[in-house]
């Protein structure tokens, strides 16, 4: 779990990591893609981020929880970050978001019934051939 208690300073990666919740790796994936900006390093080249960096990738984290796609986070984190943040924009984007995910949740209920029905077809097991390994096989011939 995050830990969202007060920030004394500049932290390290692995701080960041375990403050926020997001994997080492995609952090440094953000800041090669732009998403993060790459804070300053020591001397000894450890990344040190401070609050706004921690913001920031939380901001991200709970677009990406909601499942927006990099390039929705990308005009999200625009919008936030500039003085011109239009309701309207960030409804937009937000609508967009909602019919992709309704669209998943139409598609998610369809395989729900198909797959219903192949395990009701298999008939306990009982049967030599599978029902299920059939109806896969035929789906992609």
């Not at 732009?34 to 040190?48: H, K, N, Q």
Request: some cysteine; overall charge positive.
């Amino acid at each position: 779990m995050a830990s969202m208690a007060k920030l004394e300073g500049p932290i390290q990666i692995g701080a960041l990591s375990e403050r926020t919740g997001v994997n080492i790796e995609t952090i440094r994936y953000y800041e090669r893609i732009g998403l993060l900006t790459a804070p300053p390093r020591t001397t000894g080249g450890y990344r040190r981020y401070d609050i706004e960096g921690v913001r920031r990738l939380s901001f991200i984290r709970r677009l990406r929880e909601l499942g927006f796609g990099l390039d929705a986070v990308r005009a999200m984190l625009d919008l936030a970050e500039t003085k011109r943040t239009s309701c309207n924009a960030v409804r937009g984007l937000a609508s967009k978001h909602l019919t992709e995910v309704q669209s998943k949740m139409k598609d998610l209920r369809r395989m729900e019934r198909v797959l219903k029905e192949m395990i009701a077809s298999c008939d306990r097991g009982v049967t030599p051939e599978c029902p299920i390994i059939e109806a896969l096989w035929r789906a992609v011939s």
